[in-house]
């Protein structure tokens, strides 16, 4: 019996996020839960490749038809992955080497039980090797289908971008989604001191966007330290921005319709105090334990979780919050710098039918 090389705990955490991302799960919830398991280096290798994956899938797709003179859905789903994987590689990480991106991704087809496809991933990653200079989008006639390939975009989402805001800014827009966005986050206040919080991370800087925001280039493992200790919490500017446009102040009642993960919640009840009372509402149990869970990281006494769904009557009276929030679920397109499944999973209907919920959470709200 021949025994493979074993596969790099970053290449096969990798892996399996990104089988599991294909079933639905978001990136960001399962890079989060497997850093605890990976050594600095590994989690570092591990976030690159599955969003720099995520990110590139069109155009790492179009070299697998390209090389392979197949169709990328007639793969196994496990193939596309550990080709796709070898390709990243391969066009994007010029400091590995070429044998251990292509040795890597064959032992992955092993040890996904795919040993029969392990020399059909050999040779289309040899393949690629040997043509370094093909570029998947030479042979798209519409200069929209272009487009899309070259920034790993659907097409629609393309043309809807290009009728909303000219061919110049979606452009632009496209490529800047393909860049590594910086970490922002925000320092606990019942947890922590800001000034001792700043001093463990120098690199910070203000955000220019929030107030009490933060920014830094790349996440370190020191800021990963005080983020699973309830310090610091990790969140996008224009989030904590839309929680403090609310206003809240001591002693309010806050609803806050749509709360889960509870990012803003949180934020709303770190500046608040205990004094206030916020209700933090959504209809599913498993994220509702995420609010929860944060809730008693960070020390925090005035959120009282319930569980509803916006989309039906509720059950509150008129007048009983001075103030209400409705982060109401969306399209996420304002999200694909870090979330960049989303593109992979939106249709262009879903638009319309986001619109249709979010008028109907805002009539479902209390007066």
């Not at 970053?10 to 850093?35: K, N, Q, T």
């Not at 994956?53 to 390209?66: T, Y």
């Not at 979330?339 to 709200?365: M, S, V």
Request: with cysteine; glycine share 4%.
């Amino acid at each position: 019996m021949v025994k493979h090389k074993e596969v790099s705990p970053a290449r096969r955490a990798a892996f399996d996020i990104l089988r599991r991302i294909a079933d639905g799960a978001f990136s960001s919830v399962l890079l989060a839960s497997e850093e605890p398991k990976l050594t600095p280096a590994d989690r570092a290798l591990t976030h690159e490749l599955v969003l720099g994956v995520l990110r590139w899938q069109l155009l790492l797709d179009k070299f697998v038809e390209h090389f392979s003179q197949r169709s990328v859905e007639s793969l196994d789903l496990g193939v596309r992955i550990a080709l796709r994987l070898g390709l990243y590689q391969l066009r994007y990480l010029s400091r590995i080497p070429a044998s251990a991106a292509v040795n890597e991704s064959v032992n992955l087809a092993r040890v996904a039980k795919l040993s029969s496809a392990a020399a059909f991933v050999n040779a289309l990653l040899r393949r690629a090797i040997r043509e370094p200079d093909y570029d998947p989008s030479s042979a798209a006639q519409d200069p929209l289908e272009k487009l899309a390939i070259e920034t790993s975009h659907p097409k629609w989402l393309i043309v809807r971008w290009i009728n909303a805001f000219g061919l110049v800014e979606a452009e632009a827009f496209a490529r800047a989604n393909n860049e590594i966005p910086p970490t922002a986050f925000r320092v606990v206040h019942t947890r922590a001191n800001e000034d001792d919080v700043l001093q463990q991370l120098p690199t910070a800087e203000p955000s220019a966007i929030a107030k009490n925001a933060f920014r830094i280039a790349n996440a370190t493992a020191k800021l990963r330290e005080l983020s699973a200790s309830g310090q610091v919490y990790l969140q996008d500017e224009a989030s904590q921005l839309v929680a403090q446009m609310l206003d809240g102040h001591s002693g309010e009642r806050i609803l806050d319709l749509c709360a889960a993960p509870g990012g803003k919640t949180t934020l709303l009840a770190d500046s608040t105090g205990d004094n206030a009372l916020i209700i933090a509402g959504d209809r599913s149990a498993t994220r509702m334990t995420t609010i929860t869970a944060t809730t008693t990281l960070q020390r925090l006494r005035s959120i009282k979780p319930v569980l509803l769904d916006a989309g039906h009557e509720l059950p509150f009276s008129p007048a009983s919050f001075d103030r209400i929030l409705v982060d109401a679920p969306c399209s996420g397109t304002g999200t694909l710098r870090r979330n960049p499944e989303i593109r992979w999973r939106l249709a262009e209907a879903d638009i319309a039918k986001f619109g249709g919920h979010q008028k109907q959470f805002l009539q479902n709200a209390p007066d």
